[in-house]
């Protein structure tokens, strides 16, 4: 009998270790499942108690908690429990404890060892997190042992050949608030802790320090231990690549120790596993390299949304995502320019190609158009060389699927391709003149990063505007009247504010309301600290450096940004999948409770930092 | 004299009067007690795709169902049977909503078939369903058909069971929506699924009810359930 719930079939078959299982090992499970719901609050079962079922979380989360209370994991949608105590079959080691109101797939443990036994990956998978688990020591033997798996070669590398530098570490007698500084330091999102020794002891994640720190309120001068992942899983340096993507991508893991003889000696991130694959977008750079002509390069172009598509499914982060859109971006940028130039020869002076807005920043969205600048060395007599070349590398953008700028902020238009001494009269009239009109066409310029050409045009552009902007407080309530003029779309009753009629109606616009408040936010915020960083993530971390922000106030702000982002990029990859043009427009019942909530809550902290810079600046008095 | 009116004495002079065969079968199985513990209660989640509501004129296009044990969902228990059309006629437009082309329903089982495989699984259980007049009167419709006979029907609806749910909390009737099948899974986090189909709809019926009675109130026993 085959099974007759796709549905649930579907559902395991999206993750791992399900996703590689044959069909009839599959059904085989399935047939043996039971659904079960739990309210939020409720355990499900406690440390030292038995357990002999595999858990699935079909919907809502539990948190996986070790006899000391401190959390071990937590377990969202497609994520599994229970099989530390299944395999080994002992008492189980944590206490489970519904954080939402949660459905899970209960798996008996007969069936799941029957299938463990039949299916080498599927074993794999959950021995080497049982084991790691329950010893946390040096497994040399399982992951090498008995796996054939690796249908990409270069999955089947080992960890050893794709590591970089040396992990950052500190001790776990620090306090949270010296760990923090340490990550911000080495811009890492994991620390690993350690004894005298040089042991292993723990890690701790930016997650952590939203999670168990801003959020708990915790005092930051409390040990880092109190909040760290004690005996985290860890990897060896022979594990292969595939094992650690399956391990990571099961358990929601964005990070794992590699540790030899006790000691850490790296930590791979599920980035740099996932470049590994091949239909990997930075497989794409090296395609797009590769062409010898607009139409070729417009082909790989029109490419990228699907494949980025399927990678925002794998527990990648926004930031990564729009981080390699951007990159993706410069890199049809350079090749359009140099196809141009292969044609029409060289520039006749020194110059830059200038990238503004989102790819700018790198944070280009699957439905982000062209923003772009010239800077050229000295005022051109001889334009048409550059004009030429906007109108051309424009061309080919929009056949590469960027459409044009609306606001015509682009190289082809006359004003924005001009020297640098011309650049720098326009923005000291920005700065000195700031009509509310002018800024608000402005914006965009003041996020600015070159692509292609002489990178030290701009940098003695950027200072020279960061230098005058920070002082004048005039321009700065100007920049602040615009970061506060669109509110998150937050109802009284912390209800959402949805589109009342026409094309896009019961959705809110999360780009306007959401996005926009944090990247403005951040905008003046390093306007008026004489920060040059361009990212807005960048900007939040460098202007709470300089004390211009809080540190909380700053992280807050940082996760509210990340997460917006991810809600953005899940919808607008939904809306290549379904063959539609991405947009910005999403519908709140589309998304889970889970998402929901912390929404709420990240739209409640750009509008929170909105009344503080209003409140700075008095933007309401200004005209 | 008490025993006369009890369910188990009307379901015995019903069997006496029906020759044997799949709905005597059923008419016999013992049914839970009204104070069987909600924990110990075997339920069959059912939904049927019909071509319209009315059960006299309107006919069966499918059945899905799922047994729920207590407080779990025996997925393994799941079937989906759609029925052959064998009258005249064709869904027409109502394909549109159910999914069920003429060309899928020529490939079906028989009705005879489908509502005995569906007995054989409700005997002994609850019939578990959303809006559960729908399948109580296509059922009672389709035996009286096949057999002459309407067997009695132990029964908990979901929806009328999230009325109540929903009602408790507040002085005004739930507005319009909350009480859909959808719309009732969104408010316990539950997941959509992607098909809409009899059996998916049933699966989301089943999950509804797991979720409904663990909320405070509910009730601890058949009988509490029940309107």
């Known amino acids: ?623 | 004299m008490a025993w006369w009116f009890s369910a188990a004495a009307k379901r015995e002079r019903l069997a006496g009067k029906l020759s044997p065969g799949p709905l005597r079968d059923f008419v016999l199985a013992a049914v839970p007690a009204p104070e069987t513990p909600v924990a110990d209660l075997r339920l069959l989640a059912i939904d049927l795709e019909t071509t319209g509501l009315d059960p006299a004129s309107d006919r069966l296009l499918s059945v899905g169902f799922v047994e729920v044990d207590g407080d779990e969902v025996v997925v393994g228990s799941a079937r989906h049977v759609v029925i052959r059309q064998d009258q005249e006629g064709s869904v027409g437009d109502s394909a549109t909503i159910h999914g069920l082309t003429d060309d899928a329903l020529g490939q079906g089982r028989s009705e005879q078939e489908a509502v005995t495989t569906t007995l054989a699984a409700l005997a002994g259980r609850v019939l578990l369903a959303h809006h559960a007049d729908v399948e109580v009167g296509f059922l009672s419709a389709a035996c009286r058909r096949l057999w002459g006979a309407e067997p009695l029907f132990e029964v908990v609806d979901t929806m009328q069971l999230q009325y109540r749910l929903l009602s408790r909390e507040r002085d005004t009737d739930p507005p319009r929506g909350a009480l859909r099948l959808w719309g009732a899974c969104d408010q316990y986090n539950l997941p959509r699924h992607a098909a809409h189909n009899a059996l998916s709809d049933a699966l989301s019926c089943a999950e509804l009810y797991l979720a409904q009675v663990q909320q405070p109130g509910a009730g601890g026993t058949l009988k509490s359930l029940r309107p």
């Not at chain 1, 007969?110 to 020591?137: M, P």
């Not at chain 1, 896009?504 to 040059?532: M, P, S």
């Not at chain 1, 739209?603 to 930092?609: I, R």
């Open chain 1, 1 to 623: 009998m085959d099974v007759e719930l796709v549905e649930v079939a579907d559902f395991l078959r999206r993750h791992a270790p399900f996703a590689d299982l044959p069909g009839p090992l599959l059904n085989r499970l399935v047939q043996q499942s039971r659904i079960r719901y739990h309210r939020r609050g409720t355990v499900l079962y406690r440390h030292g108690e038995p357990n002999n079922s595999l858990h699935v979380v079909r919907s809502g989360g539990v948190d996986l908690n070790g006899a000391d209370g401190v959390l071990v994991e937590r377990v969202e949608p497609g994520g599994s429990f229970g099989t530390s105590s299944l395999l080994a079959q002992t008492a189980s080691a944590v206490t489970v404890t519904a954080i939402e109101d949660t459905l899970v797939v209960v798996f008996p443990g007969d069936v799941v060892r029957q299938v463990a036994e039949d299916d080498a990956t599927f074993a794999a998978h959950y021995t080497s997190t049982a084991q790691k688990r329950l010893q946390g020591a040096n497994r040399h033997n399982l992951s090498r042992g008995g796996i054939s798996m690796g249908r990409e070669p270069s999955l089947s590398r080992t960890v050893e050949s794709i590591l970089g530098r040396a992990p950052v570490t500190a001790s776990s007698e620090v306090s949270i608030q010296q760990a923090a500084a340490t990550m911000s330091e080495h811009r890492v999102s994991a620390l690993l802790l350690v004894d005298d020794d040089g042991h292993l002891e723990g890690i701790v994640t930016d997650r952590d320090l939203r999670s168990k720190v801003v959020a708990a309120g915790a005092d930051t001068s409390a040990p880092v231990r109190t909040i760290m992942t004690a005996d985290p899983v860890t990897t060896t340096p022979h594990t292969r690549a595939f094992e650690v993507l399956l391990e990571m991508t099961g358990r929601n893991f964005h990070h794992l120790p590699v540790v030899a003889d006790g000691r850490p000696i790296g930590l791979v991130s599920s980035g740099d596993v996932m470049r590994l694959e091949r239909s990997h977008p930075i497989s794409l750079t090296s395609q797009i390299n590769r062409q010898t002509t607009v139409a070729g390069v417009a082909e790989v172009a029109r490419r990228i949304p699907g494949v980025v598509a399927t990678y925002s499914d794998q527990h990648v982060s926004a930031d990564e995502i729009t981080r390699l859109l951007s990159t993706l971006a410069d890199s049809l940028t350079r090749k359009l320019i140099a196809l141009v130039e292969a044609e029409i020869g060289p520039a006749p002076q020194p110059w830059c190609w200038v990238a503004m807005g989102s790819q700018a920043r790198h944070e280009q969205g699957l439905a982000s158009d062209q923003d772009h600048a010239i800077i050229t060395a000295d005022t051109t007599d001889d334009d048409g060389w550059f004009a030429e070349l906007a109108a051309r590398v424009v061309d080919g953008l929009e056949a590469c699927g960027q459409p044009r700028c609306a606001g015509d902020a682009m190289a082809t238009n006359p004003r924005w391709r001009v020297s640098l001494a011309q650049w720098r009269r326009q923005f000291s009239q920005w700065i000195q003149q700031p009509g509310s009109e002018q800024v608000l066409h402005a914006q965009i310029f003041f996020d600015m990063r070159v692509v292609h050409g002489e990178t030290s045009l701009l940098d003695d552009l950027r200072q020279a505007v960061v230098t005058q902007a920070a002082g004048n407080q005039r321009f700065l309530g100007h920049m602040a009247a615009m970061a506060v003029e669109r509110t998150p779309p937050l109802g009284f009753f912390k209800g959402f504010v949805l589109e009342k009629g026409g094309e896009h109606a019961d959705t809110f616009d999360i780009k306007a309301g959401g996005l926009h408040g944090v990247i403005e936010l951040a905008r003046v915020h390093a306007l008026a600290n004489g920060v040059v960083e361009v990212g807005t993530t960048d900007r939040l971390v460098a202007v709470a450096h300089v004390g211009g922000l809080s540190q909380e106030g700053a992280e807050e702000l940082v996760e509210a940004f990340e997460f917006l982002s991810h809600v953005r990029l899940t919808h607008q990859a939904a809306q290549v999948r379904a063959g539609e043009g991405p947009d910005n427009h999403v519908r709140p019942d589309l998304l889970t409770g889970f998402e929901q909530r912390h929404l709420k809550e990240a739209f409640g902290v750009v509008s929170a930092a909105q009344k503080a810079l209003a409140q700075r600046y008095q933007t309401h008095l200004m005209n």
